[in-house]
């Protein structure tokens, strides 16, 4: 055998089909696999010693938002740390382009809204110099050091064609065909398919553009991406009302029985306020696939923990109308007005909607000598000894610390480890919806493979260590069109991931500031990867970055 440019020896291989684990070698050259099992002959031009750790395909995490984030930080840092060799963004109908210059601060204040991703952030480091979803790829290819998946944002798309009427009306039959025929041209040029909405609201409260859509505009949408041969239609539903789920889940199996295409819905997740809920959602994917549908469910192995701080975003005070108008002003005047003693009783009020969530709230950072010692103490906790609501609480400790107090929500939703296992091990759900590179001051997406393998694979033992890497690689690359990439076999792709089932963790979360435009965002930084490999070259290393920059758009 000729000399390789990448030898991995002494590894249990877990190949990412679902199959038993077997020891053995895997050669890559020119990026790609080139031979899997024993490798003999000349050494290769670099030779990485397994000692037995587990090297498997490299993950994919079909839900980010990663899009702004891409444009200055071609990592997608710090995904790659956790095993995640592809990302795909442009979910939930968001996506960079097409844009016009005259609408791009309305897109903008659409991902702020919608995502968390602020204004000064995308000024300082998203510079629009393209305008069709062609161009933004060509401006986001050179340097990426992850693979890249991009969805076309549906409300970008309409509001690309219709102005602000796209949140106004039904589009006309002209409008559609040129919908179509952008879409047909952004398929051509790379993307992975189309994202649309059935909940989101925009800065103004108002619905987004997706969800002025008919069936027949969804309808055409989804036949032009077919014609690609590829695509995928992935939705957020309308969560808050279970019904209304259910009809999206049903609609969207009519969308794939119209075109072929398949669909996404994201996310699927078990709540004590609707005990039931996963399992009719569960039920409804189930007869769309008897239909013939190709409807799958995302979810997420984490529990779905938030931090709120007043000094930040929260897109759990939405709901709260006096709350939600403080959050929109600039942080020196929200200190007056949460401070305000004539808003204190109609603040404490309205927070009483979110007692089972502040029934689950840790003290978590402080700032103030006063509230040094209420870290890890429950808000709950701490109401009953002063005599207050816990809303009146986390008002007065918030103001001694200039709003900045992290006030930890854990184990609310999605938190029951049998209920969750079910839900990722069901067939019709797909590992996804982590949000990574959205909502960046309030939790990390990033970390959920990690997660997935360290509570579900070794605490819990829900999964196979060989099920749990199907469902984060193979699975997903297969249902998704991503054809070379998802597998450890002769003439696949090298993203692969070497790591230590023993010690994997996602690491804890850290509140650091490194985003432009003076943002603050949570991270993790994952343990037990050894080694992170895109397209045959180490990206990441013992959790270092490398100076390898081999990804590219899937």
Known sequence: MGTNRLVIRDAQIIDGTGAPAFHGDVAVENGRIVAVGKVDGAAGATEIQAGGRVLAPGFIDIHTH??????????ATPSLEHGVTTVVFGNCSLS????????????????????????????????FSWESFGDYLTFIRPGLGINVGALVGHSALRYYVMGTEAQE???????????????????????????????????????????????REKVALCQAMAKSGRGVLQTVPYFIDIERQLANIRELGELSLA????????????????????????????????????????????????????????????????????MDKPVAERLGLFGDPAAR???VMEGAALTPLLMNTLIGQTYAPENAGLTGR????IARERGKAMPDVMLDIALVDGLRTEFQIRGAIHADPEIVGNILDHPLIHIGGSDAGAHIAQFCGAGDTAYMLERFVRDYGRLTLERAVHR?????????????????????????VIFDPATVSRGAEIFVADFPGGANRYVRHAEGFDKVIVNGEIVVDRGAYTEARTGTIV
């Not at 990663?66 to 990592?75: H, M, N, V």
């Not at 984060?472 to 993203?495: H, K, Q, S, Y």
């Open 66 to 75: 990663y899009d702004p984030q891409i444009c200055w930080d071609r990592l």
């Open 169 to 215: 009306r039904v589009a006309t039959d002209a409008e559609i065909a040129e919908m179509c025929r952008l879409l047909e041209e952004a398929m051509a040029d790379g993307a992975m398919g189309l994202s649309i909405s059935y909940v989101d609201i925009d800065e103004n409260g108002k619905a987004v553009p997706s969800r002025y859509a008919d069936m």
């Open 345 to 347: 009783q109609r603040l």
């Open 259 to 326: 075109s072929g295409v398949t669909c996404s819905i994201a996310p699927i997740v078990f709540s004590p306020l609707g005990p039931q809920n996963w399992r009719r959602s569960l039920d409804e994917l189930e007869a769309q696939q008897a239909r013939g549908a190709k409807v799958f469910g995302q979810s997420m192995p984490r529990t779905f923990d938030i931090n709120i701080r007043l000094s930040e975003t929260s897109f759990l005070l939405y709901s709260l109308p006096s709350w939600n108008a403080i």
């Open 378 to 381: 429950t808000l709950a906790d």
């Open 96 to 127: 960079l382009a097409p844009v016009r210059p005259e609408h791009r601060r309305k897109l903008v204040k659409m991902f702020e809204k919608i995502e968390d991703i602020k204004e000064p952030t995308f000024n300082e480091g998203v510079p």
């Open 472 to 496: 984060m690689t193979g699975e997903l690359a297969r249902d998704w069109g991503i054809v070379d990439r998802g597998t450890i076999a002769v003439g696949m792709a090298a993203d692969l």
